[in-house]
């Protein structure tokens, strides 16, 4: 009893800190005196706070711990405003209120320090998931896993535009329809992944497949990314759009990924043998991230989306490129193994402000539940036409379920559509932001007991025909 006190008097306290530091800092009125690295100090000890809390209840639930953070970044997204009280306008409250709603917008404007690190993280995201895709093993699983990716990647961008078109609340314009249906694209890799692992699966032709075409598909959805993204971005500056136009955006995102990739396969080890000359701690990890920093910096500058170039350093790192520094250093240390610490305290941060976007008051709206139902269901049946691609003897049913789960990259689509601008209003308002959300988790959570019922079923069907 007394611990269960101790802890919940802790969570009153780191409740109610950010609040009181914010509200402090908006009496101070910007005097001399008022640090403003207090405010953010304290509002990243709640997100983080929370973001472990959630991860280790949905870990206990055996699911992702994305999904506890998400979850954890919506209660607080709308933790003590009134239902239908935008932060916007209780921040002008005093009391509990007007300091939460403060906290709430310092945490998801654009701009802010804490957005900053939100979107560091999700440049780091990227880049990890870069690192865990090996370029050469993607490409020998070739033909089956690209007309996999292709059919995974087609269909569902078909259907949610579709659903969107006809479906979405309040009605928008044919680039919403567009970059909603561009969310449904990816598929998350690392759901499946650890299904196949768990049942010992990953020797499976299947399994093969599927982990090679959600890789290869999750470049095609980014590239699909900077296409929409800069039509969108053209639209925005009264730019006529076109087929050269979009002709134009899709070379610069593929030339990007050629160029980015086979100059970095040159660069990256001459790089590495530079910096191997340098004595201390800590110059792998700032060379590898100068890389990633670098190519996600060039891609903005080039009118692409930064996680295009942090996902193509990620691709191009190979271990082979730094052997001869780790032999210099004598370390064993993998890029991969240096980066978690760093990972586990950004990339939260940006999975918590996720779900602090989403309103819970959308959902009092008028259709928005079946929307995000129709969503849902496009999504899922959209990667069944995966199983179309690949010869009959393999079982079709297990690779489209395979290639369901949308998990952070459908949060990262989602994420920059909230800060693109079209008519003054952003791509993915607070409908679409919802349920986006809501297919996320729902996907996220159907793969895994689909999946091993599909797997033990083709294993029955085996066994009986032997």
């Avoid at 990227?126 to 995974?152: C, H, I, Q, W």
């Avoid at 567009?178 to 990953?202: D, F, M, P, Q």
């Avoid at 701690?281 to 060379?287: D, I, Q």
């Avoid at 009092?364 to 995000?372: N, R």
Wanted: glycine residues 12%; aromatic residues 6%.
């Amino acid at each position: 009893m007394g611990k269960t006190a101790a802890l919940g008097g802790l969570g009153l306290l780191l409740l109610g800190l950010p609040g009181v530091a914010l509200a402090q800092g908006h009496e101070a009125g910007g005097a001399s005196h008022a640090d403003p690295l207090g405010p953010v100090l304290f509002a990243l000890v709640i997100i983080l706070f929370a973001a472990k809390a959630g991860g280790a209840l949905f870990l206990r639930m055996h699911q992702p711990a994305v999904l506890g953070e998400l979850v954890a970044g919506v209660i607080l997204g709308n933790a003590l405003l009134p239902l239908g009280l935008q932060p916007e306008t209780a921040a002008a409250h005093d009391g509990l209120v007007g300091w939460w709603a403060r906290f709430v917008l310092a945490t998801v404007s654009p701009g802010t320090p804490l957005d900053i690190l939100a979107r560091l993280g999700v440049v780091l995201l990227l880049f990890l998931v870069g690192l865990e895709s090996n370029l050469k093993a993607m490409l020998r699983v070739g033909v089956p896993s690209l007309l996999v990716a292709s059919l995974g990647v087609l269909a569902p961008f078909v259907l949610g535009y579709c659903v969107a078109r006809y479906t979405l609340p309040g009605g928008g314009q044919t680039l919403v329809y567009v970059y909603i249906g561009a969310t449904l694209c990816a598929t998350s890799v690392g759901i499946t992944a650890r299904v196949y692992r768990e049942l010992g699966r990953l020797d499976r032709e299947e399994s093969r497949i599927v982990l090679g075409a959600a890789v290869i598909d999750d470049v095609m959805g980014l590239v699909i990314l900077a296409v929409v993204s800069g039509m969108i971005t053209a639209q925005a500056r009264g730019t006529t759009l076109n087929a050269t136009e979009v002709g134009r955006v899709l070379s610069v995102a593929l030339a990007f990924l050629v160029f980015a990739v086979a100059g970095g396969l040159w660069l990256a080890p001459r790089a590495f043998a530079l910096t191997a000359r340098l004595r201390g701690e800590g110059v792998l990890l700032v060379s590898a991230l100068g890389i990633c920093f670098t190519l996600a910096g060039l891609a903005a500058a080039a009118g692409l989306a930064p996680i295009v170039g942090a996902f193509a350093a990620g691709l191009l790192l190979d271990e082979v490129h730094y052997i001869e520094f780790r032999r210099r250093h004598g370390s064993d240390h993998k890029i991969e193994d240096l980066l978690v610490p760093v990972g586990d305290f950004l990339v939260p941060i940006f999975f918590v402000q996720m779900g602090m976007t989403v309103k819970l008051s959308a959902f009092a709206q008028p259709g928005v539940l079946w929307f995000a139902a129709l969503l849902t269901l496009a999504a899922i049946l959209g990667k069944q036409a995966c199983g179309l691609a690949v010869p009959r003897h393999l079982d079709r049913l297990s690779i489209g379920l395979g290639m369901i789960p949308r998990g952070e990259v459908g949060l990262i689509f989602a994420a920059i559509g909230h800060q693109l601008r079209l008519g003054g209003q952003p791509v993915i308002g607070d409908v679409a932001n919802a349920a986006v959300v809501i297919m996320v988790i729902l996907t996220t959570l159907a793969t895994p007991p689909l999946l091993q019922w599909s797997l033990r079923r083709a294993d029955q069907r085996a066994s009986r025909a032997a």
